[in-house]
């Protein structure tokens, strides 16, 4: 066994943290919302959700190398092998929560201070959890994520109240954590759960749900759904009933806004989870190639813009009507805003295919697609809201052309 031996903290980060293509995708995404909530101080809503997101990427990075220690035995072979990459993971962890209390400063919102306080106490319940159980990492993460996208978006402020409450918690969590289970300790399933989340992207839909129903949609999408796998209908069936549901709300409660915020939300969400798929088997392209019905690699490139732009039009015509149903209990949205929006979304699936096709290193890809998730969100929310007139149609339309015809250029650098 190694001898202990004196190293600065920062020793090894990079590895650690961006060289993990799972932990970097949360790292990422987590730095770059942390720096963008200095700039959305003045946006209130925005910036409830940035901190909220931003901390909780933070723990779910962590929480990642928590599950790479239960399945592998660095942390039995190298001597404070453990305790070096958590207290990497406790300083990001500072450094986040630093930036963001600079922003609620320069917001001058002391309700801000609760949404930071209860993104602490969801974080570390991620953390702890996975810390001990590997298989609960999808679970917990996604019910987490949508916990606190409700809670930003069904709650304008966080009483101030929960402040002490949230404080409360935290001490009760570190106080018993240890009577729970044991921490860190390496467990037969834990490989094989590290190794499916690593290539699945850690998708919450279980392999076998609604795949009687997604044939059809899967061999439309083709070859895209190759590499995305069946997962692909899923999320689109998936999708297609919480529109369904929050049409059926909308009837009763006037929920429009919040609606179209989660369904923009959700669809760049399974962007990302289809892109991840998509890189990971990245080398199965081979496979592909020798399939009788393409001529070339140069054809089955090709294919695959097609398939994506299939993608992008069953998106809009979702969008589209979803947008069109809700209208109907509140008539204020036109009909330009709701052909910009459902054009908004997407060309924003165009554009973040497009930079799949570019990167093909994932801490660029995820570096790249943290932004293109923001501004799809900001430009598809914004013309729901504000594209009543023919001129923003036009321009959006001419974007939607322009992403098209930059996803079938780039597939010659797949």
């Not at 069109?324 to 009909?335: E, G, H, R, V």
Request: charged residues 5%; aromatic residues 14%; proline residues 2%.
């Amino acid at each position: 066994m190694m001898q202990v031996s004196k190293r600065p903290w920062y020793q090894g980060a990079v590895s650690f943290w961006l060289k993990d293509v799972g932990s970097a995708s949360y790292f990422i995404a987590a730095t770059i919302t942390s720096f963008l909530c200095l700039i959305a101080t003045g946006i209130e809503e925005l910036i409830t959700l940035m901190i909220m997101f931003a901390t909780i990427c933070m723990y779910s990075a962590i929480a990642w190398q928590s599950i790479k220690m239960q399945a592998t035995e660095w942390q039995s072979l190298v001597v404070g092998y453990r305790e070096h990459v958590m207290f990497q993971g406790k300083v990001f962890i500072v450094f986040s929560n630093l930036i963001s209390i600079l922003s609620i400063i320069i917001a001058g919102n002391i309700n801000l201070l609760a949404t930071l306080t209860l993104a602490n106490l969801i974080g570390l319940v991620i953390w702890f959890l996975n810390r001990s159980f590997s298989h609960l990492f999808t679970s917990v993460c996604y019910f987490s994520y949508f916990v606190a996208t409700l809670v930003c978006v069904l709650i304008e402020q966080l009483p101030v109240w929960l402040i002490p409450v949230n404080i409360i918690a935290y001490i009760a969590i570190a106080l018993l954590h240890n009577n729970f289970s044991s921490a860190y300790v390496w467990r037969p399933d834990s490989l094989s759960n590290y190794r499916n989340g690593l290539q699945s992207g850690w998708s919450p839909i279980p392999s076998g749900f609604l795949s009687d129903y997604g044939s059809s949609i899967n061999k439309g999408l083709f070859p895209l759904s190759y590499f995305v796998g069946s997962g692909l209908s899923q999320y689109l069936i998936l999708l297609t009933l919480l529109c369904t549901i929050g049409v059926v709300i909308n009837l009763f409660y006037n929920i429009t806004e919040h609606v179209i915020f989660v369904l923009t939300l959700c669809l760049f969400a399974i962007v990302t989870l289809s892109l991840w798929g998509k890189i990971q088997k990245q080398n199965s392209w081979e496979l592909l190639f020798t399939l009788p019905i393409y001529n070339s690699s140069f054809s089955a490139k090709v294919a695959l813009s097609n398939s994506v732009l299939k993608l992008a039009i069953l998106v809009a015509s979702l969008c589209f009507i979803t947008a069109s149903a809700l209208s109907l209990a509140n008539p204020t949205f036109l009909i330009f805003n709701i052909l910009s929006y459902s054009l908004a979304c997407s060309a924003g699936v165009l554009l973040s295919f497009a930079i799949g096709n570019v990167c093909k290193n994932i801490n660029l890809l995820s570096f790249f697609m943290c932004i293109s998730f923001g501004l799809n969100m900001g430009l598809a929310n914004y013309m729901f809201d504000h594209g009543n007139d023919i001129s923003e149609l036009i321009i959006m339309a001419t974007y939607t052309l322009a992403m098209a015809a930059i996803n079938r250029f780039t597939v010659r650098y797949l």
